[in-house]
């Protein structure tokens, strides 16, 4: 069985890292680069890394106009199987 990495957290809220937030978005490391660069979505640096706070990046997906995340969820499970 495989060891399930250690999940870190900051004020309560999971950390995710550039290929954890493009899995998790199901999109490329390179497209949420873009959008670090562009300042499209939430993001801090810690230690001269780019990281993502799962509370603020959720609240920002709700503040988009289109789907909520739970459909975003949805649509994402169905195009995957």
Known sequence: MKKQPKRRTIAGQ???DI???AA????SQRAIRARVNRGT???RRWQG???FLRGE???FLEG???CDVQDARKNL???QS
Do not use: H, K
Request: glycine share 8%; aromatic share 8%.
């Open 64 to 66: 988009l106009a289109g």
């Open 77 to 79: 499970e169905a195009r």
């Open 14 to 16: 999971e950390v995710m």
């Open 41 to 43: 979505i939430p993001f």
């Open 19 to 21: 290929a954890t937030l």
């Open 49 to 51: 890394r780019i990281i």
């Open 24 to 27: 998790r978005f199901g999109t």
């Open 57 to 59: 990046v959720d609240a």
